[in-house]
């Protein structure tokens, strides 16, 4: 088991940056991939960006503008995300898949909430 925890949410205009946390309740090594996902009103929930050892993956909607970071030491993964629009406006959610042992699990955090207006 793994809880996930989001921070760092909130109301900017567009244009502006937030960076958003997602700390874990223990190490991350046995995690193979960290993401973040996010749900706008109304819609399905999307992938925005994963992080594995291989390496990173986007959205092409946030390519450029976003950028997925983990510290295993200190069990978080980041989202730097930048010149932000109004369609970013989401509830962003942290995801972690364990697959150190068959079957592989997925665990979510409760999301938090991103509004990109003037």
């Known amino acids: 088991q793994v809880q996930l925890v989001e921070s760092g949410g909130g109301k900017v205009q567009p244009g502006g940056s937030l960076r958003l946390s997602c700390a874990a309740s223990r190490s991350l090594f046995s995690i193979n991939v960290m993401g973040w996902y996010r749900q706008a009103a109304g819609k399905e929930r999307e992938l925005v960006a994963t992080?594995?050892?291989?390496?990173?993956n986007y959205a092409d909607s946030v390519k450029g503008r976003f950028t997925i970071s983990r510290d295993n030491a200190r069990a978080t993964v980041y989202l730097e995300m930048n010149s932000l629009k109004p369609e970013d406006t989401a509830v962003y959610y942290c995801?972690?898949?364990?697959?150190?042992?068959?079957?592989?699990?997925?665990?979510w955090g409760k999301g938090i909430l991103v509004t990109v207006s003037s």
């Open positions: 992080v594995t050892s291989g390496g990173t």
């Open positions: 995801n972690a898949v364990d697959s150190s042992n068959p079957p592989p699990m997925s665990y």
